[in-house]
T-cell receptor
Framework: NAGVTQTPKFQVLKTGQSMTLQCAQD?????MSWYRQDPGMGLRLIHY???????DQGEVPNGYNVSRSTTEDFPLRLLSAAPSQTSVYFC??????????????FGSGTRLTVV | GNSVTQMEGPVTLSEEAFLTINCTYT??????LFWYVQYPGEGLQLLLK?????DKGSNKGFEATYRKETTSFHLEKGSVQVSDSAVYFC????????????FGKGTMLLVSP
């Protein structure tokens, strides 16, 4: 089925460990983004990309790296995990163009716990 | 900057009651407005959208009207069901450039039989 696929669904890390959250979409969307969802905070944008080779920071980028080598994939890297990064992470994609009338397609999320 | 304010929840209703979830926004340009729904343990799904003033978005019995004069996009449903229990997010993106989505904090709806 077409959509946004995130892996893993659950992950427990120790403080200081590194890991990569994977995100892939098969809809040929140019625009991809990562959000984190925390209780009472809604969704906050971490990083986004408007096409292969182009990335930019969102509202809460510290502690996270991204790259976009292909249209399909947009991995999120935690270089040294901290307890403050315990959250649910969502990847989303959309058509990128002038005119913001398009909704985003979201993945099912990765629940990350840092102990 | 851009921001979205939603009424705090949870909103607790009995089945077949009328639902309103308030949403107001501020934007640096001309936005499109969205409602997303998140069912327990799942990602967000687009529920409805409106791209210009006075547009009405509707889906699954839900509707919301883009009111530029009051900068609002309130979500309504005439008769809620238990299956509507979820978290609802209001969001906006600007109608120019590569606009990101700005979300409200979400409103939990609990519907009892």
């Amino acid at each position: 089925n077409a959509g946004v696929t995130q892996t893993p669904k659950f992950q427990v890390l120790k403080t200081g460990q590194s890991m990569t959250l994977q995100c892939a979409q098969d809809m040929n969307h140019e625009y991809m983004s990562w959000y984190r969802q925390d209780p009472g905070m809604g969704l906050r944008l971490i990083h986004y990309s408007v096409g292969a080779g182009i990335t930019d920071q969102g509202e809460v980028p510290n502690g996270y790296n991204v790259s976009r080598s292909t249209t399909e994939d947009f991995p999120l890297r935690l270089l040294s995990a901290a307890p403050s990064q315990t959250s649910v992470y969502f990847c989303a994609s959309s058509y990128a163009r002038t005119g913001g009338g398009y909704g985003y397609t979201f993945g099912s999320g990765t629940r990350l716990t840092v102990v | 900057g851009n921001s979205v304010t939603q009424m705090e929840g949870p909103v607790t209703l009995s089945e077949e009651a009328f639902l309103t979830i308030n949403c107001t926004y501020t934007a640096t340009g001309y936005p499109s407005l969205f409602w997303y729904v998140q069912y327990p343990g799942e990602g967000l799904q687009l529920l409805l959208k409106a791209t210009k003033a006075d547009d009405k978005g509707s889906n699954k019995g839900f509707e919301a009207t883009y009111r530029k004069e009051t900068t609002s996009f309130h979500l309504e449903k005439g008769s809620v069901q238990v299956s509507d229990s979820a978290v609802y997010f209001c969001a906006l993106s600007l109608n120019s450039g590569y606009s990101t989505l700005t979300f409200g904090k979400g409103t939990m709806l609990l519907v009892s039989p």
